[in-house]
């Protein structure tokens, strides 16, 4: 049985005698199950105490569905009081037992047990080894830059989240650390792209806003063949969609504020990993600069991720029925959902996603008053910039979230005054559908 600290190292049974005062009993109370770990004779299983009282068990099998890892994976307790769910640990620093002991927490910057605990559940829901959480999404972008040496050369999709466009062009740039924006909507287009000084790759498929996809195994073959590494973007999609590692990619980064949280409430950011290289510097990253959730924040994404294999189907169910309805609809110009057929990617989506998830974006007939006219008749839909709440939102990427981009790059993507991106939440289909036909009645009466 392998034991972790919840950071994703694994103690052996001589490591875990360092960890563990020799003459203590482990017991770790895990759904109905007792485990007993550095071979504590099981008659004196109620002996419980623990160097740290907080230890995680990685042994959950991950031949166990999603929704049951979703909820009981990372799980831990205080040994010491068995609260079914987790405490939220705000102390800023811990008891060292002696100095020049290392126990598993130390001051809350380095780690903390909901912290640990959010790591260790995403790592394992996106079948990865490794993961750290940071403060936001755009703190992950931030930290994957700092593994980047001046000189370095970051090849990235061109219809990228704007934050990311902007940490490139605007930020990373400065450290001279240079990139190009590519449709990789064919893969091929990557290769004359490749410089010998080509570190990283940067994926987002689903595109934000126009949910254009790219072929993440074909990429990751590419980069690979160039030395370089594969990071995607999988906050669309989350682990329940997409696993983007078990298609080559090297690094998976998540807003966790939007899917994984799910309930609007919370700003953080994941990064995923096999690699114990890359997960050591972001370890380091990640301690050093400090980006990291609050212990509550790592706390309510906790609970949220419990429910995701939930709202990811009604997400999916929802958006499709959403992306039908508007496909049918006369004011209507053009709806991009990844789950239509009539969508160009329909085929790779099949392929390498197992669900086409809750994201989809249109394009209205007429102009931007049509648009202005349409938002304010919706009564269930929000006018919102975030996404992969429960609730349904709208917004208008031109005048909202990729407003700051060049006129020319925004119109070349696709983004036009008339293109809304919709986040389907889970409300009664009927109501989502209600209030779009009553809004589309207004603005195109
Ligand atoms: C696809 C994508 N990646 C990254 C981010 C940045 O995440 P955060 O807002 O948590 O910093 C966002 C935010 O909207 C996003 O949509």
């Known amino acids: ?28 109370f895990f759904p109905s199950v007792s485990v007993l770990i550095a071979g504590s004779p099981k008659e004196d299983c109620h002996n419980v105490s623990l160097y740290s009282s907080y230890l995680s068990i990685s042994n959950m099998p991950r031949t166990q569905g999603f929704g049951t890892r979703a909820i009981h994976a990372g799980r831990e307790t205080d040994a010491s009081t068995g609260p079914v769910m987790p405490p ?5 620093n811990y008891v060292i037992p002696a100095p020049g002991t290392h126990p598993t927490y130390e001051y809350t910057r380095d780690s903390n047990p909901n912290r640990s605990i959010i790591e260790t559940a995403v790592a394992d829901l996106e079948k990865a080894k490794y993961c750290c959480a940071f403060s936001s999404g755009s703190s992950v972008t931030a930290a994957v830059m700092n593994l980047l040496d001046a000189g370095d050369h970051v090849i990235c999709v061109n219809d990228v989240y704007a934050g990311t466009h902007n940490i490139l062009t605007k930020i990373a740039s400065k450290h001279q650390i240079a990139s190009t924006f590519v449709d990789m909507s064919v893969p091929e287009n990557i290769v004359p ?15 934000n806003p126009t949910m254009r996809l790219t072929d993440i195994a074909a990429i990751a073959k590419h980069t690979h063949d160039h030395g370089a590494l594969l990071l995607v973007d999988n906050t669309f999609l989350t682990p329940y969609f997409q696993n983007p590692l078990s298609l080559g990619a090297d690094i998976v980064m998540h807003s966790a504020t939007k899917y994984i949280n799910g309930h609007s409430d919370v700003l953080m950011g994941l990064a995923v990993t096999n690699d114990e290289a890359i997960y050591k510097q972001l370890v380091f990253i990640q301690i050093n600069v400090g980006g990291v959730p609050s212990p509550f924040d790592a706390y309510l994404a906790r609970r949220g991720l419990m429910t995701l294999a939930l709202r990811m189907k009604a997400h999916e169910t929802n958006a499709m029925a959403v992306a039908q309805y508007l496909e049918s609809h006369p004011a209507v110009d053009q709806v991009f959902y990844p789950g239509l057929v009539s969508h160009p990617q329909h085929e790779i989506a099949k392929r390498q996603q197992h669900g086409f998830g809750g994201m989809l974006s249109f394009k209205l007939k007429g102009s931007v008053d049509h ?45 036009t005054d008339t293109l809304m991106r919709v986040s389907v939440g889970v409300e009664d289909i009927d109501d989502l559908i209600d209030d779009l036909s009553g809004a589309l009645g207004v603005s195109h009466a």
């Open 1 to 28: 049985m392998k034991v972790t600290d919840g950071r994703g190292f694994n103690f052996d049974d001589f490591q875990l005698a360092y960890k563990i005062r020799s003459s203590d009993f482990v017991r770790i």
């Open 371 to 415: 648009v202005r006219s349409f938002l304010a008749a919706l009564k269930v839909f929000t006018l919102a910039e975030s996404l992969g709440g429960v609730e349904s939102l709208v917004e208008v990427p031109a005048l909202m979230t990729h407003a700051g981009l060049e006129e020319d790059h925004r119109l070349a993507l696709g983004i």
């Open 88 to 92: 939220i640990t705000l102390s800023t």
């Open 193 to 207: 792209h490749f410089k010998p000084n080509t570190k990283l790759v940067w994926v987002e498929t689903p595109t």
